[in-house]
């Protein structure tokens, strides 16, 4: 079906109500964009903050005559005169079909691959984690998760429990299993990601290795011998004494979706428990990794 939208600019304030607005007058969806490349790195679950100068962009059907849109748009009180409101013909494309064809298999160190569900394997015998993201973080194409990745195939598994919190996808816990770990705990606040967890263990067929929690039903006393943690530095530096709780005397960790100027507060923190090693660098983000003390 073909589109067109209107795009103009907000603010913080007005943008939510100039959403409802133009869903009342017909939009399907609204998309707020960064107006001045301000970029919201650690939004809490449920909240969507906007910038001091927000873009709206409303979609409506081809068929939708916007004039008298625009004329209630320019009505409102809060609108100042000089807004430019700007319609644009949308390229009618199968965006599902578009990322599929975008998203190819990524090899991660010497024998890990993340391969999506919809593609062969380009080597059958490596490890092949399959993945269908959902509508969780973790397609291994972020390097946050890219680092988490080549560490785990870094390890050597055998006999190790692991525990993947903040899961998302579920990619590190799969990952960490068809790798040879026995068994995997995977936690996240977004029932939206254990779902993808779940689905993506099945897929790889280590469901019944795999066990999935959101933090209020997490058993008491569990501990790994391998925790890996990539979620951003607020809840890392937060959940830090629950963290190191997790991990077994002489056990190890990764913390990774750190910027690379939060590293070093989080390697400071961490060192409380661990011994800490360098920290390792993809584009703007750090990994942390450490071994836990034995006291
Ligand atoms: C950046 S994604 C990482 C997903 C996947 N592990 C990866 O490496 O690609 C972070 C995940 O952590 C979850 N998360 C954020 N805060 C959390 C918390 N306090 N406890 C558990 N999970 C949390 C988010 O819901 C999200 O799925």
């Given at each position: 079906?073909?589109?067109?939208?209107l795009?103009?600019?907000?603010?913080?304030e007005?943008?939510?109500?100039?959403?409802d607005?133009?869903?009342?007058l017909?939009?399907?969806?609204i998309?707020?964009?960064?107006?001045?490349?301000?970029?919201?790195?650690?939004?809490?679950?449920?909240?969507?903050?906007?910038?001091?100068?927000?873009?709206?962009?409303?979609?409506?059907?081809?068929?939708?005559?916007?004039?008298?849109?625009?004329?209630?748009?320019?009505?409102?009180p809060?609108?100042?005169?000089?807004?430019e409101?700007k319609?644009?013909?949308?390229?009618?494309?199968?965006?599902?079909?578009?990322?599929?064809?975008?998203?190819?298999?990524?090899?991660?160190?010497n024998?890990?691959w993340?391969?999506?569900?919809?593609?062969?394997?380009?080597?059958?015998?490596?490890?092949?984690?399959?993945?269908?993201?959902?509508?969780?973080?973790g397609?291994?194409?972020h390097?946050?998760?890219?680092?988490c990745?080549e560490?785990?195939?870094?390890l050597?598994?055998?006999?190790k429990?692991?525990?993947?919190?903040?899961?998302?996808s579920g990619?590190?816990?799969v990952?960490?299993?068809?790798?040879?770990?026995p068994?995997?705990?995977?936690?996240?606040?977004?029932?939206?990601?254990?779902d993808?967890?779940k689905?993506?263990?099945?897929?790889?067929?280590?469901?019944d290795?795999?066990?999935?929690?959101?933090p209020?039903?997490?058993?008491?006393?569990?501990?790994?011998?391998?925790?890996?943690?990539?979620?951003l530095?607020?809840?890392?530096?937060?959940?830090?004494?629950?963290?190191?709780?997790?991990?077994?005397?002489?056990?190890?960790?990764?913390?990774?979706?750190?910027?690379?100027?939060?590293?070093?507060?989080?390697?400071?923190?961490y060192?409380?428990?661990?011994?800490?090693?360098?920290?390792?660098?993809?584009?703007?983000?750090?990994?942390?990794?450490?071994?836990?003390?034995?006291?």
């Amino acid at each position: 079906m073909p589109w067109i939208q209107l795009r103009l600019n907000s603010n913080k304030e007005h943008a939510e109500p100039l959403s409802d607005l133009l869903m009342e007058l017909g939009s399907v969806s609204i998309t707020f964009e960064d107006g001045l490349d301000t970029p919201i790195f650690e939004p809490k679950l449920g909240e969507t903050p906007l910038w001091d100068s927000t873009i709206v962009v409303a979609l409506f059907d081809a068929s939708e005559d916007l004039a008298p849109v625009i004329e209630q748009l320019k009505a409102l009180p809060y609108m100042p005169s000089n807004t430019e409101y700007k319609v644009e013909q949308v390229e009618d494309k199968d965006w599902v079909r578009e990322w599929m064809d975008s998203f190819h298999p990524i090899k991660f160190g010497n024998r890990l691959w993340v391969c999506p569900s919809w593609r062969e394997a380009p080597e059958p015998d490596a490890v092949n984690v399959l993945l269908d993201p959902g509508l969780a973080f973790g397609t291994g194409t972020h390097p946050t998760t890219a680092l988490c990745m080549e560490w785990l195939d870094s390890l050597d598994l055998a006999d190790k429990q692991v525990i993947d919190f903040g899961c998302g996808s579920g990619i590190l816990a799969v990952a960490a299993l068809k790798l040879g770990a026995p068994h995997a705990v995977g936690i996240d606040i977004d029932y939206q990601a254990i779902d993808a967890s779940k689905e993506n263990a099945r897929r790889n067929g280590v469901e019944d290795k795999l066990s999935l929690y959101l933090p209020e039903d997490q058993p008491e006393g569990i501990q790994a011998d391998v925790l890996v943690a990539n979620i951003l530095a607020g809840p890392l530096r937060e959940l830090a004494p629950l963290i190191a709780t997790l991990v077994k005397p002489n056990g190890v960790l990764a913390l990774s979706g750190l910027l690379n100027e939060q590293a070093e507060e989080l390697r400071s923190i961490y060192s409380q428990w661990f011994e800490m090693d360098a920290a390792a660098h993809k584009e703007d983000w750090s990994r942390l990794t450490g071994t836990r003390k034995t006291q």
